[in-house]
């Protein structure tokens, strides 16, 4: 061949080659390929480190699974529509940030009640007549009969400034379980200051590890309709006069007698109030829930436990309940019999009225139980709160 067929045909191998980079660069800068907005229908992934923005209510549909990488941000759109995530049933979310690159999911609006937060359904029970019902957002179906459904995995995420208002009645938590069953796998994330809740359980059987609650205005810990889970490792903190109970815990408002009776066990908890007269319930423990606690420190609330309706009272005075190695910096306020102070007291391992050295968030008290010994779930301590002087596991990726 001869120079000049050579000069040519390298001139059009550049110009296709060329013109394939330009289509790769156009599709990589389509602002498409960064919003999400409707209904997922098909697997989608979030690419590691790159910023997309949520503009009203994001669906994953049944069979479609959400994976997003670690150092993604999702800002949701200022604007005056409600902007949220919605996991449905038969879909699944594999987020898993790392210490060093957590996953964030924020405003463009840096307000608390700016977004509607990660709502996820599940299959798992509820007690709900019927047992199924339709999230508070979204109006999707949640409940069933399989404690294992799974529903992903959630990991190393913050949530900042949810808590949008629907109605005085309504509004969205920053984490909220809508019967999500326990072969979903939930540790290391912040619900940072929100306008409603921080995390909300509708039943289900969901266990969570490592969970940290930063100035949200209502509760920083809620469950309701037969939450069964296991959780440890929860700290809350408070600022705002607004916020409420540190954790406000229901089986059914409805229907205190409803089963499953909602029956977490908890383990290794902090709690920080705000110290407002008005906003002075640290645990409430009402409408039918029993509950194990282990291992909990709460400070900043005249009532560090209240304990409401005769249901919840019977199940700690006869033992289906369980308060052990609880450390109150205030009082126990129990407002329904036959549970008493005094029984709280007659355990041997709680305390009230009882200082509490803490940093920030940080410390601890020796002399806990091991939970280990209650399930394989818990990790094997033996000190009373969560976070450990020497050991600030929130360090990284929470604000």
């Not at 997922?40 to 480190?49: K, P, Y």
């Amino acid at each position: 061949m001869n120079k000049k067929f050579y000069l040519v045909a390298f001139a059009c191998a550049a110009m296709t080659t060329f013109a394939a980079c330009d289509k790769d660069d156009e599709k990589k800068d389509d602002p498409e390929d960064y919003n999400l907005i409707g209904e997922l229908t098909e697997n989608r992934t979030l690419n590691a480190g790159e910023t997309y923005t949520l503009s009203g209510g994001f669906h994953v549909k049944s069979g479609a699974t959400l994976t997003i990488e670690e150092g993604v941000t999702i800002e949701a759109v200022d604007d005056n529509i409600v902007d949220y995530i919605l996991i449905e049933q038969g879909a699944k979310i594999d987020a898993q940030g790392t210490p060093e690159s957590p996953i964030v999911m924020t405003s463009q609006r840096k307000e608390a009640g700016a977004w509607g937060g990660l709502h996820i359904c599940g299959k798992a029970p509820i007690n709900v007549q019927g047992a199924t019902s339709v999230s508070e957002v979204g109006d999707a179906a949640y409940g069933g009969s399989d404690a294992a459904d799974n529903s992903g995995i959630l990991r190393y995420i913050r949530i900042e400034y949810a808590g949008y208002t629907f109605s005085e009645e309504k509004e969205a938590n920053g984490f909220t379980f809508y019967g999500v069953g326990n072969g979903t796998t939930v540790d290391h994330l912040q619900a940072y200051m929100g306008s409603d809740d921080g995390f909300e359980w509708f039943g289900g059987t969901v266990n969570v590890k490592y969970l940290v609650s930063t100035n949200n205005t209502d509760d920083s810990f809620d469950w309701t309709e037969g939450w069964q889970g296991k959780a440890q490792f929860l700290v809350a903190e408070q600022i705002s006069d607004e916020c409420d109970c540190l954790v406000e815990a229901d089986n059914n408002s409805k229907n205190a007698a409803l089963e499953p009776v909602s029956h977490p066990v908890l383990s290794n908890v902090t709690l920080i109030g705000n110290a407002n007269a008005d906003n002075n319930k640290g645990i409430r423990l009402r409408a039918g829930t029993y509950a194990d606690i282990y291992n909990t420190i709460v400070t900043g609330k005249a009532n560090g436990i209240n304990v409401e309706t005769p249901e919840t009272s019977a199940s700690l005075s006869n033992g289906e309940s369980k308060l052990q190695h609880v450390i109150l910096a205030d009082d126990i306020n129990v407002a329904d019999g036959p549970y008493t102070k005094e029984m709280f007291l007659a355990d041997g391992t709680n305390k009230v009225n009882q200082s509490v050295s803490l940093s920030g968030i940080a410390g601890t008290v020796e002399g806990g139980c091991d939970a280990s010994s209650i399930d394989s779930f818990f990790d094997a301590v033996t000190f009373i709160g969560a976070i450990e002087s020497d050991n600030n596991w929130t360090s990284g990726w929470t604000r």
